[in-house]
C-alpha cells in the first residue's frame, strides 16, 4: 500500500488549506484512516481519524476547525483545515490501518502558517 499525500504548503494565519492523502496498491480492506502531525522539536501527534462508518474523532486542538472526511471508493481521507494558526505548522501524515490491522504511513506533507 502506498500512500500520496498533497495539498500542502504556505499560508497565513486565518487561512484554509485542504490536505488529500490517496491510497494505492493491491486489494485491501481498510478500517481506519488518520491524519498525524509532527511539529519542530516534537513528538508525532493525533490530528483526526475516521473508520470506515464515518466515526471521526478530533485532537481538542482542532476541533471545530479542522474536517476530516473520506471517499472510501477511492481510498481518499481529506482534511479540511479552516482558520489555521501558527501553532498548525507541522509536517501532517496519512495513515492507514488495514482491515488486516497492518499501518502504512504517508511520506508527510509541510503545512506552513505564518503569523
Known amino acids: 500500500v502506498e500512500l500520496v499525500e498533497s495539498g500542502g504548503g504556505l499560508v497565513q494565519a486565518g487561512g484554509s488549506l485542504r490536505l488529500s492523502c490517496a491510497a494505492h496498491?493491491?486489494?485491501?480492506?481498510?478500517?481506519?484512516m488518520g491524519w498525524y502531525r509532527r511539529a519542530p522539536a516534537s513528538t508525532r501527534e493525533l490530528v483526526a481519524t475516521?473508520?470506515?462508518?464515518?466515526?471521526?474523532n478530533y485532537a481538542d486542538s482542532v476541533k471545530g476547525r479542522f474536517t476530516i472526511s473520506r471517499d472510501n471508493a477511492r481510498n481518499t481521507l481529506y482534511l479540511q483545515m479552516n482558520n489555521l494558526t501558527p501553532d498548525d505548522t507541522a509536517v501532517y501524515y496519512c495513515?492507514?490501518?488495514?482491515?488486516?490491522?497492518?499501518?502504512?504511513w504517508g511520506p508527510g506533507t509541510q503545512v506552513t502558517v505564518s503569523s
Open positions: 495513515k492507514l490501518v488495514s482491515t488486516r490491522g497492518l499501518s502504512y
Open positions: 496498491g493491491s486489494a485491501f480492506g481498510v478500517r481506519t
Open positions: 475516521v473508520d470506515r462508518g464515518g466515526s471521526s
